[in-house]
């Protein structure tokens, strides 16, 4: 490829790549994400393009395999342009029909169009699915255009343009400014103004300064992060070098966990592709300006997305967060001015740049601009990736973009913000998806984390999971977060078991308390907030658990008994042969008892059973 | 223990603050674990204390400082996983393989490990097999996954017999 | 050379300088901030969070170990507020239920008249202060201790548990909050914080003229 050595030859570059894509006539896209590759993408791909090889129509029709389209449940995934035909759950064998029906004669095969589970009604076209057209996809749209390991399909969308507009007509600190004004916050979870860090960074004084590129996505339940970087590696990079020209860095880092290897590929061939075109490294655009990034694979703590503690780690260290008196932004990476920032935030920075300040502000609320990404999961009929302009309201997202609750159940609660955030009732629902809104509920908008439970969820299982969870992920430095999260652990499973009293309702008060204020890092200071939030909204589920030995959901299994209703069981064997725990006894012609004291309560027995004769009491 | 492959691996170390952890990936993943060896030999060449190396091939989940098995089972325990029914999974996985999160069966066959998320919450609950993804999973399509897993390994090592029976015979 | 700036320590103006370590500061000028962790000698941690201050900035104010926080001309501190001392009595029963029957860490709950340990007791050898660590990698010089594992599965060891690497100079056991017995002398210490429980060998008599008292 040759070097791109000026803004004009980028410029060419774009002219000569869209002359080439307008060739086609069709473009199909087939989505490869990881939930995607996870539910038989690939299979799919390979069998299009064969086919498409195989009808001669390689001159026509372009095959293009992209990141995430949010939309995982339904996958794979295949749209067909122009025209945006989509078909969902297709299999290899619906391939050749494909092609010879949709692409050659433009007919829509109606048995792989989607069906909207809230109204029953088959869709065609892609931008007609309500889970789509409640949402603003600034970020996410772009996945679907862009074939992650092809720079040019970047570049045929705009790419690269405002670093081109930034290194061309901006100074540094015209850059910092524009960020400043848009109003863009930090996407990881603190919500921390992100032209302010920039400037701080700018401002600092240091013999080198860094950027860093926050993809340690630990929050169970996120996977946002992962699928930007996975889908649209380029935008993430073009707002790195952006960031690095306004600060003044030379070095960047781009700090993924290990669990996403789709994610550690696709970034590492996007920056060689960069580097090849110049784009990275020496003279970028011949302007002058030197950066270049690096890939750095984590090792699997939850802890190193919490600024210091990745910065230890990227030093070789273990990862163990430092106080933060004196901020990052100051003392970074090996001690000097380093700007980290999350996936999701660098992504936002080139469409600032290109279409201006302005053009950001002027969505979302007035304390929170432009969009948010949210991984919509748990028991609502569509999960998958959503993106929404701020100001959304949590009603919204749950009941018109992901279509209410599954399976006739009640929803109760959702969780957002991951382990450092809470669980707000349906009450709260009319909440908009605001930093401070959030915050002020008692939860946080974490890096977008939005797990939807109904009644089969218990409240208090829900607190023991996230403290279970933290405890093991805490680097156990301190004294608050490694004693006091294990003691709010202990005090919940005793609440869980059935052990509990009300003075320990006061107790988790006080200690969560302690552990907010106290702890030494943002790990530990968020760490009660699963307790806090439950303990806010849901006292009479703890209040049940402690006072009637309750777990009205039947998920607390010191609290339950499984029995078999011998008027429904008709023998048939499966919840023997499936008892993990040799728990379950009879034969055909005596009936069948599930022994209290072997059984572990883990209802493997009851989803074997097509009876439903095994009932939780 | 045949180091050679260590020592190409620490050869080709950058000079980057994070080589250690590279380092450390790189070992993990030729041997399945990172051996006392391996940490003396990477502490002398990379001059840092063996207690730090301890420390972090202790404290990164990356890392394992005991063989992990032919075959290693992921059990996904992330919050759309656990409220869709993760922990039966993994009950299921433990009873079935008779071992614990985190160790070995006897033979040296699984490995059974949690992780926190993998990122596919829209196809919960998952289990991963030796890198591929299972979606939807319930205790019964993990019991048969498994089943196949065994079954697959003694034909295997059937044929491995009848090979070493005709060499013989030949 | 550090510029010489004043800060404020409960109300005590206390000379100083840029960058110098609050919690050292406040102990010559003769505040005493309960602390456990720290050794004057080594490196700061801020692991056991007993020496937890207000401190104000920008008009905000939040909490932290004054051991790992820097001074700077004319912060506010605040070592003995309402919340700073119930967070401090909080952690200081978190560590007395690890174990119960430590002489320093008795004297320690007795001092915030911490009286009721509303936890089951655990009875452990190490509460994870990290002096030992220190001390072998800063005093001795060895290197050999250090903190393994992290959440509750975190311990102090050798590595792989071998003997082998430890010289056996005993830097560690010398501070061992566990192993030690209060040092000063009762009966002579400050009604607030009593000088035999701050286990600064380094900064003798610190309590004598306590001006909290």
Same mark, same amino acid.
């Given at each position: ?77 295949v ?8 078909y ?8 050749p ?21 809230v ?54 600190e ?81 700090y ?26 020496e ?5 002058? /300006? ?30 163990e967060p ?10 970074g ?19 600032i ?19 948010k990404?949210?991984?919509?999961t748990?028991?609502v009929?569509?999960t ?50 605001? /930093? ?27 607190a ?6 933290l ?7 301190? %004294? ?24 320990q ?23 009660p ?13 703890y ?13 607390c ?21 499936n008892c ?18 072997l ?16 009932l939780?009491? | ?9 620490l ?42 190396v301890f420390r972090?091939? @202790? ?5 394992s ?8 089972? %992921? ?9 869709q ?45 030796d ?8 205790p019964?399509?993990v019991?048969?996954?498994?089943e196949?897993i065994? /079954? ?11 090979e ?7 | 050379?550090?510029?010489p700036?004043?800060? /404020?320590?409960?109300?005590i ?5 840029e ?7 406040a ?7 309960p @602390? ?22 920008h ?14 001309e ?7 507020s309402?919340p ?5 009595r ?59 594992g992290?959440?509750?599965n975190?311990?102090?060891?050798l ?8 010289t056996?100079c005993?830097?560690?056991h ?21 000088s ?18």
């Amino acid at each position: 490829m040759p070097e791109l050595d000026s803004i004009a030859s980028l410029e060419a570059r774009r002219e000569e790549v869209a002359f080439t894509l307008a060739r086609y006539r069709t473009v199909v896209t087939m989505c490869g994400g990881t939930a995607c590759q996870a539910c038989g993408c690939q299979p799919v791909a390979r069998a299009m393009t064969r086919e498409v090889m195989a009808q001669g129509l390689e001159e026509t029709v372009y095959v293009r395999t992209t990141g995430c389209h949010g939309f995982c449940e339904q996958g794979p995934l295949v749209i067909i342009d122009p025209g945006g035909i989509v078909y969902v759950h297709v299999t290899p064998e619906d391939v050749p029909e494909i092609v010879a029906q949709t692409i050659r004669k433009g007919k829509v095969i109606e048995r792989l169009s989607y069906t909207d589970p809230v109204s029953d009604k088959t869709v065609q076209a892609e931008d007609e699915i309500p889970f789509y057209t409640r949402q603003k996809r600034l970020l996410l749209g772009e996945n679907r255009h862009i074939a992650p390991r092809d720079i040019d399909d970047y570049i045929a969308r705009g790419g690269y343009s405002a670093l081109a507009k930034a290194l061309d007509s901006m100074t540094p600190e015209a850059v910092v400014e524009e960020i400043e004004r848009s109003g863009l916050q930090g996407r990881g979870g603190g919500g921390y103004p992100t032209g302010k860090k920039w400037r701080q960074c700018r401002n600092a004084s240091g013999d080198a300064r860094y950027v860093i590129c926050n993809a340690d996505e630990g929050d169970p339940g996120d996977y946002m992060d992962r699928s930007l970087l996975e889908g649209n590696p380029h935008s993430i990079i073009e707002g790195m070098i952006i960031g690095a020209f306004a600060v003044g860095a030379r070095h960047g880092y781009i700090y993924v966990r290990k669990e996403y290897p789709l994610a550690v590929v696709n970034a590492g061939v996007a920056i060689r592709q960069a580097q090849a075109l110049r784009l990275l490294g020496e003279d970028i655009l011949g302007t002058g /300006f030197d950066f270049d990034i690096q890939v750095v694979r984590g090792g699997g703590a939850f802890v190193c997305g919490e600024s210091t503690a990745l910065m230890a780690s990227l030093e070789g260290k273990v990862g163990e967060p430092r106080p933060k008196d004196i901020h990052t932004v100051e003392r970074g990476y090996l001690g000097q001015p380093t700007v980290l920032n999350n996936v999701e935030t660098w992504a936002n920075v080139p469409s600032i740049i290109r279409h201006g300040a302005d053009w950001f502000a002027s969505q979302g609320t007035e304390r929170s601009k432009g969009t948010k990404i949210f991984a919509l999961t748990g028991q609502v009929k569509n999960t998958g990736l959503i993106e929404v302009e701020m100001g959304t309201t949590l009603r919204e997202i749950i009941y018109d973009i992901g279509g209410g609750p599954k399976n006739g159940r009640e929803i109760k609660a959702v969780q957002t913000g991951g382990p450092s955030g809470g669980c707000l009732p349906t009450s709260q629902f009319d909440l908009p998806v605001d /930093f401070d809104a959030l915050y002020e509920a008692g939860s946080m908008m974490g890096s977008g984390g939005m797990v939807v439970m109904d009644d089969s969820s218990c409240m208090v299982d829900v607190a023991k999971y996230f403290l279970a969870f933290l405890q093991d992920e805490s680097c156990g430095k301190c %004294t608050p977060c490694r004693l006091g999260v294990g003691r709010l652990l202990e005090i919940v499973t005793d609440i869980s078991e059935g052990r509990g009293s009300l003075d320990q309702l006061d107790l988790l008060e006080d200690l969560s308390w302690t552990i907010s204020v106290a702890s030494l890092c943002a790990l530990g200071k968020t760490a009660p907030n699963p307790v806090l939030s439950t303990l806010k909204y849901f006292r009479d589920e703890y209040l049940d658990h402690i006072e009637n030995k309750r777990c009205a959901a039947g998920v607390c299994r010191a609290l339950i008994r499984l029995v078999i209703d011998s008027t429904l069981c008709d023998r048939c064997g499966k919840c023997i042969a499936n008892c993990p725990h040799k728990a379950i006894t009879g034969s055909r012609d005596t009936s069948y008892a599930i022994d209290d004291e072997l059984c572990t309560r883990c209802r493997i027995c009851a989803d074997a059973c097509e009876q439903h004769a095994i009932l939780v009491r | 223990m045949d180091l050679s492959r260590l020592e190409e691996i620490l050869d080709s170390k950058g000079s980057e603050t994070f080589a250690i952890m590279e380092v450390l990936q790189d070992v993990q993943e030729a041997y399945r674990y990172i051996s006392e060896e391996a940490i003396v030999r990477i502490s002398e060449r990379l001059d840092v204390p063996v207690i730090e190396v301890f420390r972090l091939a @202790n404290f990164y989940k990356a890392f394992s400082l005991t063989p992990r098995g032919r075959h290693l089972i %992921t059990v996904c325990a992330g919050t759309a996983c656990h409220v869709q029914g993760a922990p039966r999974l993994l009950d299921t996985v433990l009873a079935l393989l008779n071992t614990k999160p985190g160790e070995t069966t006897a033979d040296g066959a699984f490995t059974v490990e949690t992780v926190n998320c993998l990122g596919a919450c829209a196809l919960a609950p998952v289990v991963v097999i030796d890198g591929k993804y299972y979606d939807h999973m319930t205790p019964g399509k993990v019991r048969a996954l498994l089943e196949d897993i065994r /079954f697959e390994d003694e034909l295997a090592e059937d044929e491995d017999e009848e090979e070493v029976e005709a060499e013989a015979n030949a | 050379m550090p510029e010489p700036i004043t800060i /404020f320590v409960d109300d005590i103006a206390i000379e100083t300088t840029e960058g110098a370590n609050v919690l050292d500061a406040a102990l010559r000028a003769g505040i005493c901030i309960p @602390n456990l962790c720290y050794l004057p000698e080594v490196t700061p941690t801020g692991a056991c969070r007993v020496c937890i201050v207000e401190v104000e900035r920008h008009g905000r104010t939040k909490m932290t170990a004054a051991c790992t926080l820097e001074a700077r001309e004319g912060m506010i501190v605040r070592a003995h507020s309402e919340p700073v001392l119930r967070a401090r009595r909080n952690i200081v029963e978190l560590l007395l239920a690890e174990a119960p029957e430590s002489p320093v860490l008795q004297a320690l709950a007795e001092r915030l008249s911490v009286t009721d340990v509303r936890y089951s007791r655990r009875d452990r050898d190490c509460i994870l202060c990290g002096r030992c660590v220190a001390a072998c990698a800063e005093v001795a010089k060895q290197g050999s201790l250090g903190m393994i594992g992290r959440g509750a599965n975190r311990h102090k060891g050798l590595p792989f548990y071998k003997e082998e690497y430890c010289t056996q100079c005993n830097e560690c056991h010398d501070r061992c909050p566990l192993e030690l017995s209060p040092s000063g002398r009762r009966g002579d210490h400050c009604g607030v914080c009593g000088s035999e429980l701050s286990m600064n060998d380094a900064i003798p008599d610190i309590c004598e003229d306590c001006v909290l008292s």
